[in-house]
């Protein structure tokens, strides 16, 4: 619905939102608004981690590995890329195909999103020909990410659907393919996917707000305040899902509620998307407060 609050595309709720289990989100002072963006970003892509090696600390190669984690901890992201790159030669397999989806997650964070492409591509293409499983759907999952990303949400699909075919049971590729069909307001069919990523994960919070989000433009606003309470309950800061309920409340023309949940959001501005703030208090302004 063209009124309701902030789609699903380009902010952390929504699509792929597996976050790299090594780089750690922190907040540094008078940083939060870019770390932030930084950490929306990593919530959306999912890092190939079977090939870190088990190593001694001070082998070469698990020192690489460790140094450039380090650097992506601390957004270093051209840092890493060098690290990852100088390990290839040494590495196969395993080892390599997470450099690889290493360098393309870092490429991901600056927005390029060829490289990130070509880099995960490349890493799948060597998860194929090790017959590697958890490889190919982590790297199906990226790419599906950034054909999402470029806009080509029936590439995206394409490639979700690869993976769910090969792991059906990974609830994120279900909520990743509901995404790029709620995008395409193919509301019913991305409402299925959530459905079986729910079922699959019951404490997928996206999952519940980006369902919410279909209910809510198909009319179906009790449907998906049920939902977006479920999301608060599962994250009491997921603000952007106090500012949907807001925004369903109005549609259900309760102001009384609207407001309260518009406020609420605004209690949490600091997990808003970029211009979410200032949209809640248009919301709000609307209303006559």
């Known amino acids: 619905m063209e009124e309701f609050f902030y789609p699903l595309i380009g902010i952390a709720a929504g699509l792929l939102i597996v976050l790299l289990a090594r780089v ?11 770390l932030k963006r930084m950490e929306e970003k990593s919530e959306k892509m999912e890092a190939y981690l079977d090939g870190i090696p088990s190593l001694p600390p001070d082998n070469p190669i698990r020192k ?5 984690i380090r650097a992506m901890d601390e957004y270093k992201w051209n840092e890493a890329i060098g690290i990852f790159r100088n390990l290839l030669p040494n590495t196969e397999g395993e080892q390599k195909g997470t450099l690889l989806n290493f360098i393309g997650l870092c490429f991901y964070q600056q927005d390029k999103l060829d490289k990130a492409l070509g880099h995960y591509q490349e890493s799948l293409k060597l998860a194929e020909e090790i017959q590697d499983k958890e490889g190919r759907v982590v790297n199906l999952n990226n790419i ?10 029936d590439a995206a699909i394409r490639d979700y659907t690869k993976a769910i075919e090969i792991d059906p049971n990974n609830a994120d590729t279900f909520s990743n393919r ?3 069909y709620y995008t395409e307001k ?9 459905d079986k990523a729910i079922e699959l994960d019951s404490e997928l919070a996206r999952a519940f707000y980006n369902r919410g989000n279909a209910y809510a433009d198909k009319k179906d606003y009790d449907t998906a305040i049920r939902d977006f309470n479920k999301v608060i309950e599962l994250n009491p800061n997921y603000a952007i899902a106090m500012a949907n309920m807001g925004d369903a409340y109005k549609l259900k023309v309760d102001k009384d509620k609207a ?27 609307e209303l006559g407060e």
């Not at 599906?144 to 949400?153: E, I, S, T």
């Open 186 to 194: 193919d509301y019913d069919t991305a409402i299925r996917d959530f």
């Open 24 to 34: 750690r989100m922190r907040l540094i002072k008078n940083e939060e608004e870019r």
């Open 144 to 153: 599906g990410m950034v054909y999402a990303q470029k806009g080509d949400y």
């Open 64 to 68: 690489g590995f460790d140094d450039g």
């Open 178 to 180: 509901g995404a790029a």
């Open 259 to 285: 407001r309260e949940w518009y406020r609420k959001a605004l209690e949490k501005k600091e997990y808003l998307p970029d211009g979410g703030e200032e949209i809640v208090r248009q919301r709000l302004k």
